[in-house]
């Protein structure tokens, strides 16, 4: 994996990528997704919901656009040993760490 970002610099929301970006997509969009939680909740009908499942995923894609705007470098190495190690959090520690340095978890 080179890159987080596509040749447009759109975000490829890979299972490593979103892994990595996990703790900073929680906070931004709690509210879109506990909105989407809800909805599913309360109506079994996929087609109800969509629209809130197009804000999770909007919400996500921005973040992960920011994100590697912002520290692409780390963000690349994090998520690139992520995909190397099939998501082992434990195996790229040192890579977290530069990536959290680079762009702090929101609160």
């Known amino acids: 994996m080179s890159s987080t970002v596509d040749a447009a610099g759109e975000p490829i929301p890979t299972s490593a990528v979103l892994m990595a970006a996990a703790k900073h997509i929680a906070a931004p969009c709690r509210a879109q997704d506990v909105a989407f939680i ?3 909740k309360k109506d079994p009908n996929p087609e109800k919901c969509l629209d809130m499942g197009r804000q999770v995923t909007s919400c996500v894609l921005n973040l992960l656009k920011e994100l590697h705007q912002k520290c692409p470098k780390e963000m690349d190495a994090y998520a690139g040993c992520m995909y190397y190690y099939t998501n082992e ?7 977290q760490e530069a990536f959290e340095k680079a762009f702090p978890i929101p609160e």
Do not use: I, M
């Open 38 to 40: 809800k909805c599913k």
């Open 89 to 95: 959090f434990y195996l790229c520690r040192k890579e």
